[in-house]
């Protein structure tokens, strides 16, 4: 696995319907004549990370930390040359899994604001559809700051909450949908010019927002930086 | 990951379509609560394996085996409990791998030899809709034979093997649905009584058999085998 493109690891089972989201976006992402044409990955699906809303929010439970610079540091043994992370949350602990390897990750966050700057510039206003567990670590307000670019948040973090775990439960059900076009709606409302779909189980319902709001899936960043990093030098 | 359900290594990339797949079908064969209750995965998405193709049928291009054997040794390392190649055709080099590794590899095959057995019983007939790789390989003739159980073929291998090229190169579409129902209506009518759907490509299309014709599609065996293996012992 050492010609052609290079291989990234993605540290998966965050969920795993992200996991496999970001999968078909990188193989949706790259114009096969053959197998030979796509994207090499390492994706260690790991359903035992302890969950980062528990960890975050309730203040119970194990820090994913450790365990995530352990499938880091796998990954980085199993020859990848990048590593790449579809769930916004667990960028949270960023630190632990680059202080624990060689390889950059593909920080799904700072993609996010490079893209917010080049479409809204300084002084422009970001709404965030993510989990209450995003908000809570400051990622995208501290990521977004850098380029003078203002962060804004849905009210009902109870709702989106709701909605995350019936989609990890349900898959991507109607009241779920629903929960994400209402927030959308007040985020175009309080003046968003951008949205982030910042949520993996989001992401499986990236075209449920508020008519004409101007939004994009974070998944879908990473995904494009995936493909150019693989397939650059 | 080494507690709770044992850890699956997946040789994947032939081809990435169906490595998500399987990865989707292994998802749905679990009642999930949370993240936690889904089945861990090593995946080694590899799309620089030879060609099967070529190197079976065209006799030219390099041996997929030692490759093969690279990646179960890497999975094995990873700390997977077993392998699993969701490529039917791949499983000509299905020595080479379980050589090279301490770990079964869950031979996709074998359980579909075991589910014709179980099904038909000794005297049935099977009904191949598969790669013309995996024709010349006689994998199910060897398979089924040890349970008394014959093997027949549609009539036109090119029409399969265009049918498998055109999933690869632009996904499921109508033609390759054509070319899979007019295949299974001549096994239907030359007596299988079981049909298996034993290529990738057509396990992406494998509701396009004939009207009434029982067929199993391998990767569902596959899947099956993986969720049991990890949480059996």
Redesign the interface.
């Known amino acids: 696995?050492t010609?052609?493109p290079r291989t990234i690891g993605v540290l998966g089972?965050?969920?795993?319907?992200a996991?496999?989201l970001l999968?078909?976006k990188v193989?949706d992402a790259v114009l096969?004549?053959?197998?030979?044409?796509?994207?090499?990955?390492?994706?260690?699906?790991?359903?035992?990370?302890p969950?980062r809303i528990a960890h975050l929010l309730e203040g119970t439970g194990e820090d994913p930390g450790p365990i995530l610079a352990a499938m880091a540091e796998?990954l980085q043994?199993?020859?990848c040359a990048a590593l790449a992370m579809p769930c916004n949350t667990a960028h949270h602990y960023a630190d632990a899994i680059t202080d624990a390897v060689q390889i950059p990750l593909l920080n799904m966050i700072d993609l996010a604001a490079q893209h917010a700057a080049e479409k809204l510039g300084k002084g422009g206003c970001v709404g965030i559809l993510a989990s209450p567990a995003v908000r809570k670590t400051e990622l995208f307000e501290r990521a977004l700051e850098a380029y003078g670019i203002s962060v804004i948040w849905p009210d009902q973090d109870a709702a989106m909450l709701l909605a995350i775990r019936q989609i990890?439960?349900d898959g991507p059900v109607p009241e779920a949908r629903d929960a994400l076009i209402l927030a959308s709606s007040e985020l175009v409302a309080a003046g968003a010019a951008l949205q982030f779909v910042a949520c993996s189980e989001f992401s499986l319902i990236a075209q449920s927002v508020a008519e004409g709001a101007q939004a994009v899936d974070t998944v879908d960043l990473l995904a494009q930086a995936i493909v150019e990093f693989s397939t650059s030098g």
């Open positions: 696995m010609r052609g089972g965050m969920g795993p319907e996991t496999i999968q078909r193989l096969a004549r053959d197998d030979s044409d796509h994207i090499p990955l390492v994706i260690e699906m790991n359903p035992r990370v969950s796998r043994n199993a020859g990890k439960m």
